[in-house]
């Protein structure tokens, strides 16, 4: 696809790929605010902080733009949304499946790792998030897969119908509730120096497997710069 495309950067790529889909640069071309939510997918110390289970370091290097993108939607009226996997006894009861694929050390590890009351369910220290955001707790890949969370009945109660995906990781949590939102037929844009995954590769093949069919794909200061 796109063989022609000289400059093989992400951001041309992408651009590149809007053009011949759609005969334009992007997707969506503008936000309005009121109807936008950022959804921060775990940025949590397991998913971040070195010596846990699922830690992503390069995680950390998006926390600036995550909070400024959750500023700059703040200012205009939107939401902000901060995701945290739970691995409470109840959490993945009925979810064996996931279970076999992890050693039995591994799995007793993450439910110790992300029980809410240890350290590593905790968001990120340095994430700017307020008391009046908004705060919801998963049990699966996906925030919006039936039974993992409540995110999509708080949408919808805030008439919200846009999604800004940021966290962790790209391919994993964050593209699955990027996928499972755009069915549920929320707008997805994938806010990309927002996320993190474990290789840059990983990262960029990610956006690319999901860009076009179920999202769009911009930086924060494009967003901001169509934010009504």
């Known amino acids: 696809m796109l ?19 759609l005969g334009r640069d992007y997707i969506y071309d503008q936000f309005e605010a009121a109807k936008t939510a950022l959804i ?3 940025m949590q110390n397991f998913f971040m902080k070195e010596g846990f289970l ?7 290097d998006t926390v600036p733009a995550v909070n400024r993108m959750a500023q700059k939607l703040r200012q205009k009226g939107g939401a902000v949304v901060w995701i945290q996997t739970t691995a409470e006894p109840e959490a993945t009861k ?15 590890r993450r439910n110790v790792e992300l029980a809410e009351s240890h350290e590593g369910y905790e ?9 009046d955001d908004i705060y919801v707790k998963k049990t699966r890949f996906s925030a919006f897969i ?14 919200i119908d846009t999604q800004l995906i940021a966290g962790v990781a790209t391919g994993i949590c964050c ?6 939102g755009m069915m549920l037929n929320y707008k997805t844009t994938m806010v ?3 996320l993190a995954a474990k290789t840059q590769d990983e990262h960029e093949n990610g956006l690319k497997g999901i860009f076009g069919q179920f999202c769009d794909v911009q930086t924060v200061d494009e967003i901001t710069a169509r934010l009504k």
């Not at 699922?54 to 950390?60: F, G, K, L, V, W």
């Not at 039936?146 to 008439?159: C, E, P, T, V």
């Not at 593209?175 to 499972?180: G, K, L, M, P, V």
């Open 3 to 21: 063989d022609d495309i000289k400059d093989t950067s992400l951001s041309a790529w992408l651009r590149a790929a809007t053009q011949k889909r």
């Open 40 to 42: 921060v997918v775990d």
């Open 54 to 60: 699922a830690a992503c370091p390069m995680a950390i």
């Open 94 to 108: 009925d979810w064996d499946v996931y279970q076999g694929l992890y050693t039995p050390e591994n799995w007793q």
């Open 123 to 131: 968001l990120w220290s340095g994430l700017e998030a307020l008391p």
């Open 146 to 159: 039936h039974g993992s969370s409540d995110l999509d009945a708080q949408l919808k109660a805030r008439d």
């Open 175 to 180: 593209e699955s509730t990027a996928r499972d």
């Open 192 to 194: 990309v120096d927002c």
